[in-house]
């Protein structure tokens, strides 16, 4: 089971980091961090192979950074830059590979609630 966190309401600008912590090892797994919009479907932001492979969309591409910390089976999304379009609760998930084969998005959770202000 994983678990996010870390957000907040932050400027325009400003920087946040947000973990996203497993109840067992990851090691063997891929993990990706996806975002929901308000009124807009889920949407793929960072995903971070076992090997530590990493990929963004385009619209963070510079901005955010994902990183592993296997031996705290901790994953983070390390976002800079911050603009109100980035406003949206965040996920993590967690597959095979950078497309995160087998994961489950027929649920997800809680998540946490990034809100950048203008």
């Known amino acids: 089971q994983l678990q996010a966190s870390g957000g907040g309401l932050v400027q325009a600008g400003g920087s946040l980091r947000l973990s996203c912590a497993a109840s067992?090892?990851?090691?063997?797994?891929?993990i990706g961090w996806y975002r929901q919009a308000p009124g807009k479907q889920h949407a793929l932001v960072a995903t971070i192979s076992n090997g530590g492979s990493t990929n963004y969309a385009d619209s963070v591409r510079g901005r955010f950074t994902i990183s592993r910390e296997d031996a705290k089976n901790t994953v983070y999304l390390q976002m800079n830059a911050l603009q109100p379009e980035d406003t949206a609760v965040y996920y993590c998930?967690?597959?095979?590979?950078?497309?995160?084969?087998?994961?489950?998005?027929?649920?997800w959770g809680q998540g946490t609630l990034v809100t950048v202000s203008s």
């Open positions: 998930k967690r597959g095979f590979g950078l497309l995160l084969h087998g994961a489950d998005f027929g649920s």
């Open positions: 067992g090892s990851i090691r063997r797994y891929a």
